[in-house]
């Protein structure tokens, strides 16, 4: 490498830097000069200040956090007839000179896709890429790759920069995600920038960046589709709460920030849990069926008296005819609305049809009724304390909790509700009043608050109103931009946050957390393979739109209650409606523990997307065969820390030996042990497979593989998950034997 080049690149990034400071002395002035002005003013005036003050904070700190790798890209570009620009560089945001020439590309435009996609074959209208490697403010290093067929020898490898994605694959993990926009490869970069409309699936083995690529397609569609997304809103959903700590920095790291981050225990607003059934329980609550008994509960409780009743209204007797109330709940049926909603219609229509029955009563009892006393009457009835027992029990309000928690706890009526059930399989439901909710009753309570509807009726309303508000501050802060000219400077979105109702409202991302009913923009599914059919059913009621990028691995589902196939998970919500794309390249796991794993999934009946792996490490897959394992794998941990003292460890470990393992741990290790995601901040984590989905180690150690495929049901994929963690080295701990097709 030439030095004048780097000492070139040197100065052009020193000149990036440079704008961005003055960018930020600007936003700190504008900042001061916006605090200082309208003091007084009147309230919408001050609401407006304090909205300008806070994106001009926010602006200061985005400008701050993407001081690290500002830019890190140079496409060469064949010059096109006057256009003296043959150089255009990428980075983690665009910058433009004082003259308002662009300086620095934003890795998202359609300008830099070049620098992502061009190959020797196509080179998009790029004669070289060149990686630019910076550590704090200082570049490094250099790394070219050559187009122009003039200069070209041979070198048609499809990975791109290889040496700068080397680097960064090697480097030590740290228990959070950071992001790879500085190496995306072509593969990743087509499904990131792919279109926003419809179902995107994309699967991939172990380590082929479909977490990574999900993010980035996130931050990529916010960008751009800013208008539609900023108020819609994205949904993020990962399969745990370790999961999302481990993947929460990246998007920030990006200057996204706007996002809803949820679990699948946390999809339900007001629930937040992490409680698993048995694979039995998790397998029939997760099953359609159980949409199709939700509702059937629901309508078993619209009730018919058998007899006619006689209900007191004002000291008048009524003999009321079962006739009566069918007629009415005739009416709030076809209203199609659902249960708590079509009450109102029920109770209106029983009401008016009681009053006329009472007035004619009355005038059988020679009283004069008018028309204008149908209101009194009314009144008279629906205050009647006969009369609201008797349409309560026709037409009982009901919450999601309470119709799920019956369900649970009666056992006589659910096998009303069942006829065709074995007992065995409503034991299964069986539940205490009390018990808490699992994650697999997440999208119970959903489906039941859809069935049901909002208690009051007033719930909607105030929703809606709230949406609308949010709209109208959007428009408003739009208008504020073109008054203040600073339209590009500061999007419409971050300024509605700041006013000064909004802000007691929250932001889109709160609002949308908060509601059940929220229209998501677009949803991202990570470890989509995980997710039952009534989850399925949940998330897409979440986006009516049906805008999705769902990424996951088939062969890696371990929930009981998951699909096996992508056809088999679909179908039943979007038919044949969505598109694969695949990942092929393993970014994290050296070779030699890619094959193993892959063998032992093979041999296990598992069907796998096979991948290459980008490297090999110096580590053959170590198999430790121990007469006590709890010794064995203590040692193991140290034995690991003797060779990389810095490094994060995973001890994987089937349920029944995580929380002896973990004691055993710390008590050697102390607080460099952590359990769960408590783990995942600390140098050696204790997880069950299927806690460490998703994440990755340095070190993985797994106790006892044959355990975890004999305690869980579907363990091979379990095992496939826990030995594909490490980016460096697996131990195997055994005192059995090993499980057949693991090669050491
Ligand atoms: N283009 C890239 N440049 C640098 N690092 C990358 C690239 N693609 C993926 N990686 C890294 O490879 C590792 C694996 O990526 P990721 O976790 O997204 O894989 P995955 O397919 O979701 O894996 P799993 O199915 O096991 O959860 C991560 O450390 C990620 O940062």
């Known amino acids: 490498m030439a030095s004048a080049d780097l000492t070139s690149e040197r100065e052009y990034v020193a000149t990036l830097y440079a ?20 003091q007084g003013g009147t309230h919408q005036n001050r609401s407006e200040r304090d909205a300008f003050a806070r994106i001009y904070e926010d602006r200061v700190s985005q400008l701050t956090e993407i001081d690290e790798r500002l830019a890190f890209g140079r496409l060469d570009l064949v010059p096109v007839g006057d256009d003296p620009t043959v150089h255009r560089y990428i980075g983690r945001i665009g910058l433009r000179d004082e003259n308002l ?79 790879i926009v500085a190496t995306i490869q072509a593969e990743q970069d087509r499904i990131i920038r792919s279109d926003l409309r419809g179902v995107l699936v994309v699967q991939g083995g172990p380590g082929t960046g479909k977490t990574a690529v999900a993010l980035h397609r996130a931050a990529y569609l916010l960008y751009s589709h800013r208008d539609r997304l900023a108020t819609s809103g994205v949904l993020i959903v ?3 709460r370790s999961f999302l700590q481990y993947i929460e920095a990246v998007l920030p790291s990006l200057g996204e920030t706007g996002v809803v981050l949820s679990s699948v225990g946390q999809l339900y607003p007001g629930l937040d849990t992490a409680n698993e059934d048995t694979q039995d329980v998790s397998v029939l609550k997760g099953s359609v069926e159980m949409a199709a008994l939700l509702a059937r509960a629901v309508k078993s ?23 009566l109330i069918q007629n009415a709940m005739h009416r709030a049926w076809e209203s199609r609305k659902p249960h708590n909603e079509a009450r109102a219609i029920f109770n209106k229509a029983a009401i008016n049809a009681l009053a006329k029955q009472l007035a004619a009563q009355l005038r059988d009892h020679g009283n004069t009724i008018e028309d204008s006393d149908q209101n009194w009457l009314k009144e ?22 309470k119709l799920l928690q019956d369900l649970y706890a009666r056992p006589q009526w659910l096998a009303t509700l069942t006829p065709d059930w074995s007992a065995e399989r409503r034991a299964l439901l069986r539940r205490d009043r009390e018990a808490d909710f699992t994650v697999s009753d997440v999208p119970l309570l959903d489906e039941a608050a859809e069935l049901l509807g909002a208690v009051s009726g007033g719930g909607d309303a105030e929703k809606r109103e709230r949406k609308q508000q949010r709209k109208r501050d959007i428009e408003n802060a739009e208008q504020s931009i073109r008054n203040m000219g600073v339209e590009g400077l500061v999007d419409a979105e971050s300024l509605a946050d700041g006013f000064e109702a909004a802000v007691e409202r929250g932001s889109t991302a709160d609002l949308a957390a908060a509601d059940r009913s929220w229209a998501y923009g677009h949803i991202v599914v990570d470890e989509a393979q995980e997710l039952s059919p009534m989850q399925w059913r949940l998330l897409m009621r979440r986006n009516p739109q049906k805008s999705f990028t769902i ?48 063998s032992m ?144």
């Open 551 to 598: 990424v996951g691995d088939v062969a890696q589902a371990s929930a009981a209650a998951s699909a096996s196939s992508w056809a088999d998970a679909l179908q039943p919500v979007v038919g044949d409606n969505w598109r694969l794309e695949e990942l092929t390249v393993n970014y994290r796991t050296p070779a030699q523990i890619a094959e193993s794993a892959e």
């Open 238 to 240: 990962g399969p745990s």
């Open 19 to 38: 704008r961005l400071d003055e960018l930020r002395d600007e936003a700190k002035d504008q900042l001061e000069a916006v605090r200082r002005t309208n």
């Open 301 to 323: 409780r619209q009730v018919v008296p058998r007899q006619p009743q006689t209900l007191e209204v004002n000291g008048e007797y009524l003999t009321v005819e079962p006739q």
């Open 101 to 179: 020439q662009p300086i620095l590309l934003d890795w998202r435009v359609p300008q830099a896709r070049a620098f992502y996609q061009a190959t020797a074959a196509t080179p998009l209208g790029a004669r070289a890429r060149r990686h630019i490697t910076s550590k704090g403010r200082e570049v490094v290093r250099i790394d070219d790759e050559i187009f122009d067929a003039s200069l070209l020898e041979g070198d048609t490898s499809s990975l791109q920069g290889e040496a700068a994605l080397l680097a960064t694959l090697t480097a030590q993990r740290t228990g959070r995600m950071g992001d």
């Open 380 to 401: 008279d009835i629906r205050t009647a304390e006969d009369v609201k027992v008797a349409l309560n029990t026709a037409w009982i309000p009901l919450t999601p909790q």
């Open 601 to 744: 999934a093979i041999a296990h009946g598992l069907t796998i997307t096979r991948s290459r792996s980008v490297r090999a490490s110096e580590w053959p897959v170590a198999v430790v065969e121990a007469t006590d394992l709890l010794s064995a794998v203590e040692e193991a941990v140290a034995t690991d820390r003797g060779i990389d003292a810095l490094g994060t460890i995973a001890v994987i470990a089937s349920a029944s030996m995580v929380d002896d393992l973990s004691e055993r741990l710390a008590a050697r290790f102390g607080d460099d042990v952590g359990r769960g995601a408590a783990g995942l901040n600390r140098a050696v984590a204790v997880l069950t497979p299927q806690e460490s989905k998703g994440l990755e180690f340095d070190a993985a150690i797994v106790a006892e593989p044959q355990l975890i495929i004999d305690e869980i049901a579907r363990g091979a994929a379990a095992l496939y998950v826990a030995m594909t963690r490490p980016t460096q080295r697996l131990h195997l701990v055994t005192t059995t034997a090993l499980p057949v097709g693991i090669l050491d």
